[in-house]
Nanobody, 124 residues
């Protein structure tokens, strides 16, 4: 079955940076839209952070992260990354790597594959 293996995350102070990585296996990665969602503490559902189309030519971001986060992919390594800069306490959440077919969707249900999640904590 498809697996999305996440790495990165951790603890950082306000204004710091972190890099999240996600490597896919058993997925037709060059044909898949990939995205990142996050679930903040106490929130009932994950919310959209960023997504990228199959060949990396189009990217989409939530307004709250525009200008601070960058999504990219390497189809030779079946990997998608999320570079997070100028992190703020409100970015604290569990971040999920996702795979789907519609790159410009912000709906979690449009992404059929989910990684296990990785914690990002930003201290004030």
């Amino acid at each position: 079955q498809v697996q999305l293996v996440q790495s990165g995350g951790g603890f950082v102070q306000t204004g710091g940076s972190l890099l999240l990585s996600c490597r896919a296996s058993r997925l037709n990665f060059p044909a898949a839209a990939m995205g990142w969602f996050r679930q903040a503490p106490g929130m009932g559902r994950a919310t959209f952070v960023a997504s990228i189309n199959f060949d990396g030519t189009r990217t989409y971001y939530a307004d709250s992260v525009k200008g601070r986060f960058t999504i990219s992919r390497d189809n030779t390594k079946d990997t998608v990354t999320l570079q997070m800069d100028n992190l703020q306490p409100e970015d604290t959440a569990v971040y999920y790597c996702t795979g789907g077919t519609i790159s410009n969707s912000e709906l979690p249900q449009e992404y059929g594959y989910w990684g296990p999640g990785t914690q990002v904590t930003v201290s004030s």
